[in-house]
């Protein structure tokens, strides 16, 4: 699998005057070879199962898979990742999330200059209402999203949880193991459910995501979504995870320039 094309989106004219329009310049901070490696193969040990996700928020899943993808017994895929992100703050995070899916779509571009075209927030003004706090900007959003993981430019419904709405125990919010997170369903080529979750890790954060592929959101809440017998292709989780790797490593080295230039600006 080629990671790297060299090939970036197309931008438009008024996107080269923003401020921030040398970041998607820039040459894209590369995939550690450790992790790149990952890649050929899934991993021999599944992700800690959807049922069990309160253990991914403890820090209590230690015993399953966290850098990788594969396809559980059930059928199911899945996503695990971990990405040091040194520089990098909680608050940052909680607001690069919401940021990026209102104003200029080179918001989105700039996380992934090769493979992202556009987030779309579906309700804008509740994003950028200074009376919602930002680490719940997210919550009942739905991003509208074209980006390409591999198979070509998709287009991906993003729907955004309140983390109790996830079923996710809101206690563990806050703590060692999980300052804060976002979590989604998505319905695309391939439904799943997402989390990222980060904490303070040396100097910086650990930013860790699972994906659990193969659910949908139904009647309000998250099912499994494969008929009986199915499973998901294997190609799909690879695809996902060196995408996840991809993006992500270049979000860690752009986000405190990002910040630091425009946290005043949603």
């Not at 919602?132 to 729907?159: A, C, N, R």
């Not at 979750?197 to 699972?210: D, N, T």
Request: charged share 20%; aromatic share 14%; glycine share 8%.
């Amino acid at each position: 699998m080629t990671l790297y094309t060299g090939k970036k989106v197309g931008v438009s004219k008024e996107e080269k005057t923003l401020s921030y329009y040398p970041l998607f310049q820039r040459k894209m901070t590369e995939v550690p070879a450790a992790k790149l490696a990952l890649i050929e193969k899934p991993s021999p040990v599944p992700a800690v199962p959807f049922a069990e996700r309160n253990r991914f928020l403890q820090g209590m899943d230690k015993e399953f898979c966290q850098v990788g993808y594969g396809v559980a017994a059930d059928g199911t895929g899945f996503v695990c990742n971990a990405t040091y992100m040194p520089g990098v703050t909680g608050d940052m995070l909680d607001w690069w999330f919401p940021w990026h899916s209102v104003g200029s779509d080179l918001r989105y571009k700039i996380w992934d200059p090769e493979d992202h075209y556009f987030a779309r927030a579906n309700n804008a003004a509740y994003v950028c209402d200074p009376s919602v706090p930002v680490s719940q900007k997210t919550w009942d959003v739905d991003h509208y999203i074209m980006e390409d993981i591999g198979f070509g430019p998709s287009f991906l419904h993003l729907q955004f949880k309140r983390p109790r709405d996830f079923g996710y125990d809101e206690s563990l919010l806050g703590t060692a193991a999980c300052q804060s997170l976002i979590c989604a369903i998505g319905a695309g080529d391939c439904g799943a459910a997402m989390t990222h979750k980060w904490f303070p890790y040396k100097e910086g954060v650990l930013f860790c995501s699972r994906f659990w592929i193969g659910y949908a959101l139904h009647q309000g809440k998250i099912i499994k979504a494969l008929p009986e017998g199915d499973s998901v292709p294997v190609e799909v989780a690879r695809g996902l995870f060196a995408h996840n790797i991809k993006e992500f490593t270049n979000l860690a080295a752009i986000l405190p320039e990002v910040y630091r230039k425009n946290k005043e600006n949603f």
